[in-house]
């Protein structure tokens, strides 16, 4: 960097974080937007919410001890930080037309058509944010996308807060990063990687550096974790990126100091890459990978360190002791260090303090985004006063110590069971043989027609729940309103004739919740809600001790729900991955352990929802591909223990019961090997909005057990049409043999509403008559 290139020269913040969750304390975004879209709020509202809340979170991680410039960033989002650095760069598909306003920018009910669709369009794709449950939106650019500044939003947002008294730190993803999750357009040619776009890209972050040069702005945060990940794109390619990026950025004739984070993982051979550049401060995630060599700190040189040595993706309170080391160790090898978050704090709730029903110990044991704040303020003040922070180090490890020995953390019994594991305990019969046990069992059509589980979860069935939790409706009258709303899922389904049916799940209030509320070992939040994409949220679980089941927890439901219908009726489980990977899971033991507990409880469920006449179960692990690893070399021996648990959670089940799971947004070619692995007898997988790309992965792989690519997208409230599905139904039928496939959503039906579900659940049942007819035509 040169003198005349940067705006000042204000020192990193000593104590920062890499973000913050952006929905509000008590979700006032989510409520927010969803007004918007409603026609309930205009824009100027929905605006002025907003502000509200990003304002809030300056103030409050000002008073939480983030009081140096910049050392608050600026995070927010709408409804996704990938959408907005799309957004921001013009990257707006042409099959959406011109969604550009007449000043050529992308206003937000632009911005909301991407995110969510049109009557004409589906919304971009989908998927997993590197090893979270967030989901970010997959930009699609071509030869012909139009790069330029198409949004000033993330200026705006800085001159708001700083003329509210607080300077932040604007954020957006680097370029390097956004080219490599995006996918080739429509228009593209074979073979196009949007990396190649990247000179074209280059201006137009330029462009939004100098106008938050001139806004005042002393750093911006560029998030570069893609560098983290073992990509396709060969290595050397993308270091030549990285450098060729941010020798562009770094050169613009006014810029703001450049802070390049990479959160998620180690940075290995592409730290030696940034080192190189002219940015002015680097953060690498030292909580997950580890301290790099003394030679390979050395080429900083003058660059400010940003260690993230607070855990950001998980909740356990810090072990500052262990911190400290690191911290020493690194002080040995840089010139300038800072501390923050090894990711965003977006990942974990607000603030434990309000979570008043947990324990006093469990509470003692936890650190949410507050708390983690207070963290890295603690652990800065090593680099200056260590003495003065060594009373809360002694702290934190007399919690850590005391969490070990508590009571219910590791339990005899279970851990015998697990000790006892056989591999017959792992496996079923072939599935030819339990292929014609099912045909015998069950009788079902050509291209038999399901649904995932869950029903839309109406304001009635919330209100009863709460009124139940309140204790103004008894258990009885809570149980009989759930029952009057299972028969009328059964009756639906019945009515649009259904082969397959499901019971709704009326009374889960959430498909991971519900079984931590039904299990030992775990714990629930009330105000821990996590964004889990756009303006849905999740409140994962605390999975704090060793997991047991005392009883079962499914079984009354879907036996009652099966004496209501002729058809067969699935039991819905949650699986053992999926438990963990939408919990906060303890760290003091290898999660395959943990799997194991789980999948022996679901063991139990399984062996009696058999015994009630449950013939079809589908235990759901949507997740399994949001765990695994990021380094290859690190994949394996996790795609061994999930895999593994999912078995020994179903492979109790008689060769008569069909096994289904199901998979959503997860790249199944990346994991298709796994998929297979879990010889489960169905899969249903997401399909719609990446318009069947999945079928190509079952036909090479020679995928051959029953298969339901989703031909409804339930995340948009778009109604497909019957055409629309019958066309996505024959594109299946053509790579995979009808006599294995499935037609089901995409997904779960409980964010949707009645009326849509209706309509597109309508259609599905018309388009695979329509299928089924030219499957018996052509076998004339």
């Known amino acids: 960097m040169t003198e005349q290139t940067s705006v000042q020269s204000t020192p990193f913040p000593s104590a920062s974080i890499l973000g913050y969750p952006r929905i509000g304390r008590r979700r006032e975004l989510k409520k927010a937007v969803e007004a918007y ?221 450049l802070f390049v984070s990479t959160p998620y993982g180690a940075l290995n051979g592409q730290l030696g890459t940034l080192a190189a550049t002219n940015i002015d401060a680097l953060h690498i995630d030292v909580f997950k990978g580890e301290v790099p060599s003394a030679a390979a700190l050395a080429a900083l040189g003058a660059k400010t360190l940003v260690a993230g040595v607070v855990d950001g993706h998980n909740i356990w309170r810090n072990d500052l002791q262990a911190s400290a080391k690191k911290i020493a160790e690194l002080q040995k090898s840089v010139a300038k260090l800072a501390i923050s978050t090894s990711t965003s704090t977006q990942h974990v709730p607000h603030d434990v303090e309000e979570e008043v029903q947990l324990s006093e110990q469990l509470r003692s044991w936890l650190a949410f985004a507050d708390q983690k704040a207070v963290e890295v303020v603690t652990l800065a ?32 019994d279970v851990r015998a069971r697990t000790a006892a594991l056989t591999p017959a305990d792992f496996n079923r019969s072939e599935y030819a043989v339990r292929e014609a046990a099912q045909e015998e069992a069950l009788h079902l059509p050509p291209l038999p027609t399901t649904t995932i589980g869950s029903f839309p979860q109406t304001s009635e069935i919330r209100s009863a729940r709460a009124r139940n939790n309140k204790g103004d409706l008894t258990d009885e009258q809570y149980e009989q309103l759930m029952k009057d709303e299972i028969k009328r899922v059964v009756d639906l389904q019945e009515e649009l004739g259904y082969d397959v049916l499901v019971h709704g799940e009326p009374e889960r209030n959430d498909m991971v919740q519900y079984f931590a509320e039904n299990l030992e070992g775990f714990d629930v939040t009330v105000h821990g809600w996590v964004q889990s994409y756009g303006s849905r949220c999740t409140r994962p679980s605390i999975l704090w001790g060793d997991v047991t089941r005392s009883a079962p927890i499914t079984v009354k439901w879907a036996e009652y729900a099966q004496s209501l219908t002729n058809k067969p009726m699935k039991g819905m489980l949650t699986g053992p991955v999926t438990i963990l990977a939408w919990s906060f899971v303890r760290d003091d033991q290898p999660l395959g352990e943990t799997a194991n507990q789980v999948g022996l409880a679901l063991r139990d469920e399984i062996a009696d929802l058999e015994a009630a006449g449950i013939k079809i179960i589908q235990v759901d692990e949507p997740a399994l591909r949001e765990l695994l690893p990021l380094r290859k070399a690190d994949q394996s021996a996790y795609l061994d223990w999930s895999v593994n648990s999912f078995r020994l959670a179903t492979a109790g089940a008689a060769d008569a019961t069909q096994i289904h799971t199901h998979l959503c947004y997860s790249e199944f070619g ?76 995409d997904c779960g039906l409980k964010t949707r509403g009645y009326a849509e579900t209706e309509a597109s659940l309508r259609n599905l049942v018309t388009a695979t008559k329509t299928v089924r007819a030219e499957l018996l035509e052509a076998a004339k």
């Open 381 to 412: 003040g090593l680099l200056t006063d260590a003495a003065a922070v060594q009373p809360a180090v002694d702290e934190a490890t007399r919690v850590i110590a005391s969490r070990a020995a508590a009571e219910g953390v590791k339990r005899a």
């Open 37 to 257: 879209w409603a026609g309930k709020i205009d824009a100027a509202a929905l605006d002025t919410a907003a502000k509200e809340i990003q304002l809030g979170t300056a103030k409050r991680l000002q008073g939480l001890g983030l009081t140096e410039a910049a050392a608050v960033p600026g995070t927010f989002s709408f409804y996704d930080q990938v959408l907005d650095a799309a957004a921001h760069v013009g990257a707006v598909p042409a099959r959406f037309g011109n969604l550009l306003n007449a000043e050529g920018q992308l206003d937000i009910d632009g911005y909301f058509t991407l995110a969510r669709g049109n009557k004409e369009q589906q919304p971009l794709e989908m998927t997993k944010w590197f090893d979270t449950n967030y989901h970010y939106l997959v930009p699609e650019i071509g030869p012909e996308t139009n790069f330029a500044l198409t949004s000033n939003r993330i200026v705006e947002e800085f001159e708001y807060a700083l003329a509210n008294g607080v300077e932040t730190r604007p954020y957006i993803v680097g370029p390097v990063t956004v080219l490599l999750l995006s996918k080739a357009s429509d228009d593209a040619p074979a073979g196009f990687s949007p990396l190649s776009r990247l000179e074209d890209v280059l201006p137009v972050y330029t462009a939004l550096l100098e106008k938050l040069a001139a806004a005042g702005a002393s750093w911006v945060q560029l998030d570069e974790p893609a560098l983290v990940v073992d990509q396709d794109t060969p290595e050397q390619e993308i270091q030549a990126a990285v450098a060729r990026a941010y020798e562009v950025l770094t050169a613009a004739a006014t810029r703001p100091q």
């Open 670 to 745: 990346v994991i298709i090997d796994a998929i297979d692995g879990l010889d489960a007898d169905v899969t249903s997988i997401e399909a719609a909005r990446s318009r069947m790309e999945v079928v190509h992965d079952l036909e090479s792989h020679g995928f051959g057990r029953g298969v339901g690519p989703g031909v409804y997208d339930i995340h948009s409230p778009r109604v497909p049409g019957e055409q629309e599905v019958t066309e996505l139904l024959s594109t299946a039928v053509k790579h995979v043999p009808s006599r294995q496939l499935w037609v089901n959503p």
